[in-house]
């Protein structure tokens, strides 16, 4: 099976504008799930995923939101960017539902100047 | 921020040595699970050890979980150069929790040859 993969994996950006970031899981996972990974905050969850439904949310302001479509790819999109959000998100799926292993993808990293 | 702490935060050792990680986490978790990261890139996943477990062994590693304490420790051994990398446990909660995964801040492992 192909892993988790995520498109683009690198991105620069300026202030103020957005982004969308994709992710495509593990054929047969209906779970994704984000995350953004930072030197100063570390890993934080931003939100799940599952059958095209947000099932959990973390906390992060609303600048940040994603979809999932029918065929389990996942869309992350944060607008109006900031210097903050400069991080490695990471995407990742699981089987069958969750409180499970997950499986990452290679990542986005995006820089904002 | 993060929901762990993980002691120490950097460990060096020589090839063949083992190297024991500790993590502690603050809420009641279905499972405990141990991924690593290599220079950035995405988490591989480990080893999960469930709540109801005390002890997990996968070839060279060794994880135990004490839910007393909420606490837990991964032993590598035999450690080799190809083993340094950023080690993190992440707490996987009950089933409201989903797929969601609460991160510890990590051990950076140096394995010198």
């Known amino acids: 099976k192909a892993g988790v993969t995520q498109t683009p994996r690198y991105l620069i950006k300026t202030r103020g504008q957005q982004v969308t970031l994709s992710c495509s899981p593990i054929?047969?996972?209906?779970?994704v799930s984000w995350y953004q990974q930072t030197p100063g905050q570390g890993l934080q969850f931003l939100f799940e995923y599952f059958s095209e439904t947000q099932r959990n949310k973390g906390n992060f302001p609303g600048r940040f939101s994603g979809r999932q479509f029918s065929n389990s790819r996942s869309e992350m999109n944060v607008s109006t960017l900031e210097l903050g959000d400069s991080a490695l998100y990471l995407c990742?799926?699981?089987?069958?539902?969750?409180?499970?292993?997950?499986?990452f993808g290679p990542g986005t990293r995006l820089t904002v100047t | 921020s993060q929901q762990g702490e993980e002691d120490p935060q950097a460990l060096s050792i020589q090839e063949g040595e083992n190297a024991t990680m500790n993590c502690s986490y603050k809420?009641?978790?279905?499972?405990l699970q141990w991924y690593r990261q290599n220079s950035g890139r995405g988490l591989v996943h480990l080893i999960l050890i469930r709540s109801n477990e005390r002890e997990k062994h996968s070839g060279r590693l060794r994880v135990t979980l004490d839910t007393s304490k909420k606490s837990s420790s991964l032993l590598i051994t035999a450690s080799r150069a190809a083993d340094t990398a950023s080690y993190f446990c992440a707490a996987g909660g009950g089933e409201t929790s989903g797929s969601r995964l609460t991160f510890g801040e990590g051990t950076q492992l140096t394995v010198n040859p």
């Open positions: 990742a799926s699981s089987f069958p539902q969750g409180s499970g292993e997950q499986y």
């Open positions: 809420t009641s978790i279905n499972n």
């Open positions: 054929s047969g996972h209906r779970s």
